[in-house]
């Protein structure tokens, strides 16, 4: 367990070195998002109909989808490091180590989770401008669900860079893939607005719970939109999703 852990802690430790040497990376992952939520938010905010959303307007109602952005943001830029390492050979050097793969999979998956919710919890400070209350307890709980969504995603993320021999294919599948699954998660109009056949895919679609869960946590005692599934379900589905993620990612690197 010490070899196991030791392992983990290093690869973990080595992602944030890396980010704090290249502190642009910063602008990418959180200043994006930031500029989607001024501009869809403060452009559509007079048009949006709050009816069905249980928010006042929409720069509210897109504040847990723009965290949710964050850390999708943050989970593409980490785990495109493994494709670097493979490149530079360092990954070849960890998998030769007499450790288990989950090991390296735990600490790379840990690192980038890390990194996800620290830029997401910098945006929460927004949360008190459009009059969204925060307190301990809140802060916390968000920090939790942020913790779950940033590990699932990460592990996609390395899931598909694994296979990935260059940063543009990985940049092209990560696109393809995981930008649809947040648009289509309710971060950017409620689930009673959308039609059938959408509907029946946000509800598919497990990011879906991890953004429900947080405008739970935000709106509690304040508004919460209709329609959405219970606190427990939101986070008995994002768990369950993180734990599929990491099982998955971990058999996948135990091949050649």
Excluded at 1 to 21: H, Q
Excluded at 55 to 62: A, M, S
Excluded at 181 to 191: D, K, T
Aim: charged content about 10%; glycine content about 10%; proline content about 4%.
């Amino acid at each position: 367990m010490t070899r196991y852990s030791l392992a983990a802690g290093t690869l973990w430790f080595r992602e944030i070195v890396r980010f704090v040497r290249q502190r642009n990376r910063i602008v990418g992952a959180l200043g994006t998002p930031l500029l989607f939520w001024l501009i869809i938010g403060s452009g559509l905010g007079r048009s949006f109909q709050a009816s069905g959303s249980g928010t006042g307007g929409y720069l509210e109602y897109f504040f847990p989808g723009t965290l949710a952005l964050i850390v999708l943001f943050t989970a593409i830029f980490s785990t495109i490091s493994i494709i670097e390492d493979r490149q530079v050979g360092f990954l070849q050097s960890v998998l030769v180590a007499p450790v288990p793969r989950s090991a390296v999979t735990l600490g790379k998956i840990m690192g980038a989770t890390t990194l996800a919710v620290i830029q997401a919890v910098i945006f929460l400070a927004l949360a008190p401008a459009i009059g969204i209350s925060l307190d301990v307890r809140k802060f916390f709980a968000l920090t939790g669900v942020l913790t779950l969504m940033g590990f699932s995603l990460s592990g996609i993320g390395y899931l598909i860079a694994w296979r990935m021999e260059s940063t543009q294919g990985f940049h092209a599948v990560m696109n393809l893939l995981l930008i649809p699954l947040w648009l289509l998660s309710g971060a950017l109009f409620p689930l009673s607005g959308a039609p059938v056949w959408i509907r029946g895919i946000i509800r598919a679609n497990p990011l879906t719970y991890g953004i429900a869960a947080l405008r739970h946590i935000l709106y509690s005692g304040i508004h919460v939109e209709s329609g959405l599934p219970s606190l427990a379900t939101c986070i008995a589905v994002t768990s369950f999703f993180c734990i599929v993620s990491f099982v998955t990612t971990t058999f996948v690197a135990q091949k050649r």
